[in-house]
């Protein structure tokens, strides 16, 4: 099947909001098997809309239409593709009743701009809109299929989640997203490039990220076990070939990961940051129930704070600087001490623009102390901005430290 989504509205067109509808929908169509050719985006007038819907009728299957169902004059989705089917426009009851219950709560009567949301194309199924007042709509005829769906994002995504558990027929369509770090996408297809080839059903899908790869599972069966075990199987393929690289599912995040695995190990953690400013620490704090494992970070930008508050010798900083791989492990074991924690991270190094220590920039050192010992990784980023390198020594820090859980104490799950 092939589809196009549809954008109405000239607020798009004049930049005055952002498209993230189309994003959204690509997604999920993806996640239940459905290849999308085609975005359009077109303003509110009757002869453009029109002349887009046409045009999708003739390359696509399924077309997917947001916007354009509401209470004003140039809310005109449904009243275009009605006159384009040759079909009528009728009130539906429950839409209608939900509209007027609204009003009355705030004192107002129905008008017949509210009344227009309540009207639909004959012979579609109502889509009801747990999020708001404008139902959508999936209509099929002998070449097409059509869902019509609110432009506002959250009203949306509640009629997804709520009428499309089982999409486009009988088969059941499950999806499953495999996290990686370490590796680039090139890299990673290049692993898999066999894999890729011959997997049809399940599918594979790579997805860049920043500094991240994402791999969608995607298998359809009659039974959904049988999708489940068919994903398994195609995961255990999968990880045997990058199972180094591989962190987590879904929309899980690194920093949520080494918690989780800190804290099912019994492993408590501190940090101490020079060029990353706290970054490394606010990652972990952003997510409730940090501190069942995270004990505390010391953010030592300057010489002076290394020395006071983590006991890096003056003779140390002099002779190696302050980006030096023996400073990152001073850091990391004066953490260690400070907060009491069984392990901590420590990252030093030259951000940019300029280098105040001699080394390039992009230069970084990261270092892991553990009950077993200190170990340090030098990364050095290309011409990043200052931002990038340090996003990017945050999340090699933390993909550091789980490497060092899986291997000494539990798997991410």
Same mark, same amino acid.
């Given at each position: 099947?092939?589809?196009?989504?549809?954008?109405?509205?000239?607020?798009?067109?004049?930049?005055?909001?952002?498209?993230?509808?189309?994003?959204?929908?690509?997604?999920?169509?993806?996640?239940?098997?459905?290849?999308?050719?085609?975005?359009?985006?077109?303003?509110?007038?009757?002869?453009?809309?029109?002349?887009?819907?046409?045009?999708?009728?003739?390359?696509?299957?399924?077309?997917?239409?947001?916007?354009?169902?509401?209470?004003?004059?140039?809310?005109?989705?449904?009243?275009?593709?009605?006159?384009?089917?040759?079909?009528?426009?009728?009130?539906?009851?429950?839409?209608?009743?939900?509209?007027?219950?609204?009003?009355?709560?705030?004192?107002?009567?129905?008008?017949?701009?509210?009344?227009?949301?309540?009207?639909?194309?004959?012979?579609?199924?109502?889509?009801?809109?747990?999020?708001?007042?404008?139902?959508?709509?999936?209509?099929?005829?002998?070449?097409?299929?059509?869902?019509?769906?609110?432009?506002?994002?959250?009203?949306?995504?509640?009629?997804?989640?709520?009428?499309?558990?089982?999409?486009?027929?009988?088969?059941?369509?499950?999806?499953?997203?495999?996290?990686?770090?370490?590796?680039?996408?090139?890299?990673?297809?290049?692993?898999?490039?066999?894999?890729?080839?011959?997997?049809?059903?399940?599918?594979?899908?790579?997805?860049?990220?920043?500094?991240?790869?994402? /791999?969608?599972?995607?298998?359809? %069966?009659?039974?959904?076990? !049988? =999708? +489940?075990? &068919?994903?398994? #199987?195609?995961? *255990? $393929?999968?990880?045997?070939?990058?199972?180094?690289?591989?962190?987590?599912?879904?929309?899980?995040?690194?920093?949520?990961?080494?918690?989780?695995?800190?804290?099912?190990?019994?492993?408590?953690?501190?940090?101490?940051?020079?060029?990353?400013?706290?970054?490394?620490?606010?990652?972990?704090?952003?997510?409730?129930?940090?501190?069942?494992?995270?004990?505390?970070?010391?953010?030592?930008?300057?010489?002076?704070?290394?020395?006071?508050?983590?006991?890096?010798?003056?003779? /140390?900083?002099?002779?190696?600087? %302050?980006?030096?791989?023996? !400073? =990152? +492990?001073? &850091?990391?074991? #004066?953490?260690? *001490? $400070?907060?009491?924690?069984?392990?901590?991270?420590?990252?030093?190094?030259?951000?940019?623009?300029?280098?105040?220590?001699?080394?390039?920039?992009?230069?970084?050192?990261?270092?892991?102390?553990?009950?077993?010992?200190?170990?340090?990784?030098?990364?050095?980023?290309?011409?990043?901005?200052?931002?990038?390198?340090?996003?990017?020594?945050?999340?090699?820090?933390?993909?550091?430290?789980?490497?060092?859980?899986?291997?000494?104490?539990?798997?991410?799950?």
């Amino acid at each position: 099947m092939k589809a196009e989504i549809i954008a109405v509205g000239s607020e798009l067109l004049l930049g005055e909001i952002a498209n993230t509808n189309a994003q959204y929908l690509s997604e999920w169509l993806a996640s239940c098997g459905i290849d999308v050719h085609y975005h359009s985006v077109v303003g509110d007038n009757e002869a453009r809309m029109t002349d887009v819907f046409k045009q999708a009728q003739a390359r696509t299957d399924l077309l997917v239409i947001t916007g354009g169902l509401g209470p004003t004059e140039d809310d005109l989705t449904k009243e275009v593709l009605a006159k384009l089917l040759g079909r009528r426009l009728q009130v539906d009851e429950v839409a209608y009743n939900r509209i007027e219950g609204f009003l009355k709560t705030r004192g107002r009567m129905m008008t017949d701009n509210e009344k227009k949301q309540a009207l639909v194309i004959e012979g579609a199924d109502v889509l009801s809109n747990g999020a708001g007042l404008a139902p959508g709509m999936s209509l099929k005829t002998a070449d097409h299929q059509y869902i019509l769906l609110p432009g506002v994002p959250r009203e949306m995504k509640q009629i997804i989640a709520d009428h499309f558990d089982h999409l486009f027929g009988q088969e059941t369509i499950k999806s499953r997203t495999l996290r990686f770090f370490g590796i680039g996408e090139s890299a990673l297809n290049d692993r898999l490039t066999d894999l890729i080839r011959s997997s049809q059903n399940p599918s594979i899908a790579p997805y860049a990220e920043l500094a991240e790869v994402r /791999l969608r599972l995607t298998a359809k %069966a009659a039974q959904e076990q !049988v =999708a +489940i075990e &068919m994903l398994d #199987g195609l995961e *255990r $393929l999968v990880l045997a070939e990058v199972e180094d690289y591989f962190y987590g599912y879904g929309e899980t995040s690194l920093p949520e990961v080494v918690l989780r695995t800190c804290e099912e190990a019994g492993v408590t953690l501190a940090a101490a940051e020079s060029l990353t400013g706290g970054a490394f620490a606010s990652g972990l704090t952003d997510i409730a129930g940090a501190s069942n494992s995270f004990r505390g970070g010391a953010v030592v930008y300057d010489d002076a704070a290394k020395r006071n508050l983590l006991s890096v010798s003056e003779t /140390l900083l002099r002779e190696q600087t %302050a980006v030096s791989a023996d !400073v =990152a +492990i001073a &850091m990391a074991e #004066g953490a260690r *001490r $400070l907060y009491q924690s069984n392990l901590a991270i420590a990252l030093t190094g030259e951000a940019g623009p300029t280098s105040n220590s001699g080394k390039a920039v992009g230069t970084v050192y990261c270092a892991l102390a553990t009950p077993d010992g200190t170990e340090v990784v030098e990364f050095t980023y290309p011409a990043f901005d200052r931002g990038m390198i340090r996003l990017r020594s945050v999340k090699d820090a933390y993909f550091l430290l789980l490497k060092y859980l899986k291997k000494n104490a539990v798997q991410p799950k």
